[in-house]
């Protein structure tokens, strides 16, 4: 995360890519309503 060539919104992308498990279009695709934070759920 502390790369400096590559700007902070792809390195945002990547983290939540390699923290979720999801795939691209499936992260395109969330709405806040997919997202419980209280249970720490990601609804795809």
């Given at each position: ?8 919104k792809?390195r945002?992308w ?7 498990g999801?795939?691209?279009n ?5 709405r ?5 934070f209280?249970c720490?759920v990601?609804?795809?």
């Amino acid at each position: 995360m502390a790369c400096t060539r590559i700007s902070a919104k792809t390195r945002y992308w990547i983290a939540l890519f390699v923290l979720s498990g999801c795939r691209l279009n499936e992260l395109r695709g969330l709405r806040w309503r997919d997202v419980d934070f209280e249970c720490e759920v990601i609804h795809v």
